[in-house]
């Protein structure tokens, strides 16, 4: 029995709560089935007092109706006592260290391919991690124009990394020069089309600013836009990348290394977003009286996903990075010369 259709959100919203449910929570407070003037929609099932609502609104975490969710942190006006998503923040603190940390190393590698283009796929990830610790870790107050605008980014970045991901993968044939004006235009112009049109659907499933992205029926979230940016097209991307690394791996390097790399590094993104993101996280939540879900171990095996997609791209360009020591080698291979020519002098002079 399949639990939800293509487009519809509703299932997700209610038992794994994600991100993207921040922007149906605003439409629906502000957009009802049944017209503006019955706003909030009852399917919210929040109080119709004034004061009742606002309270309700600045407790409520992630979710639309959830099984569990984390509430709102206390120390920001939300429940008394709750820490956030406290686990996620920090972890999302770690995964933006990481990406800082793998964007100064990329960035060594001079002759590596693709070394521009990968830096700014370390670059976005780690604006990803920022975004994720501010939509995800019950610090904003749920139905805001502040969360809506702060998760439509997101999405769009994560739209705009896998795309990326697509266009590191290609370069890796070389069949266009990486870090060319070319290549640099191209991707400038993904991250303009991602920044603005793509971000424009998010903002209006939220905000309603035309009705032709708003769920119809309501109750049941339905958004096929979103939800072909948020699953479709990064399943695709990854697909496409790992052909392409594959194809190069067997034709071009006829190693197998960089394949096995790429098959860890798949597990550890699909253990991290399918199983703890989607299929765990409620399990947790509950099992731990909603105190911590399963973001936070969905971020830690997505940053491991990370760094080893860091080191397949190091094996896949290993002879041209190996270049980026060639100042030091060279300096040793004039030293051994020099200690080479001066005991052949002082031979001849014996």
Known sequence: MVAFSYGEWDYICRNSPQPICNLFFRQLLINPERGQSFAPDRSLRLPTSSDQLNEALSDSGIGINPRC????MGSVGGQDGSLGNI????????????????????SRRRAAVGR??????????????????????????????SIVWLTSIHHSLIVDLFGLLVW??????????????????????????????FDYIFLDTAFGITTYFLSKPAS???SPWTFSMVFLFPII??????????TVSIKTLREFKP??????????????????????????????????????????????????????????TEEDWED????????????REDQQLYRNQSDNFK
């Open 324 to 335: 980026d020591d060639e100042d030091e080698l060279e300096e040793e291979d004039f030293r």
């Open 220 to 222: 049941h979230l339905y």
């Open 259 to 316: 394949i096995l790399i790429l098959l860890l590094s798949l597990t550890s993104l699909l253990i991290g977003t399918v199983l703890f993101r989607y299929i765990l996280t409620v399990r947790i939540c509950e099992s731990s009286r909603a105190k911590v879900d399963g973001s936070f171990l969905g971020s830690l095996f997505e940053t491991f996903s990370l760094m080893l997609f860091y080191l397949l791209w190091i094996n896949l």
């Open 116 to 145: 521009v283009e990968v830096m700014i796929f370390f670059m976005v990830y780690g604006l990803i991690s920022i975004f994720q610790l501010l939509d995800t870790g019950s610090i904003l107050k749920q139905g805001t124009r």
């Open 87 to 106: 686990a996620n923040i920090i972890t999302c603190c770690i995964s933006f260290l990481v990406s800082i940390y793998l964007l100064i190393r990329a």
């Open 168 to 197: 590191i993968g290609f370069l890796q044939f070389q069949l266009l020069e990486d870090g060319s004006s070319l290549s640099l235009t191209i991707v400038t112009i993904w991250n303009l089309i991602c920044l603005v049109p």
């Open 237 to 246: 991307s990854v697909f496409l990348y790992s052909i392409f690394t594959i």
């Open 69 to 72: 969710t984390i509430p709102r």
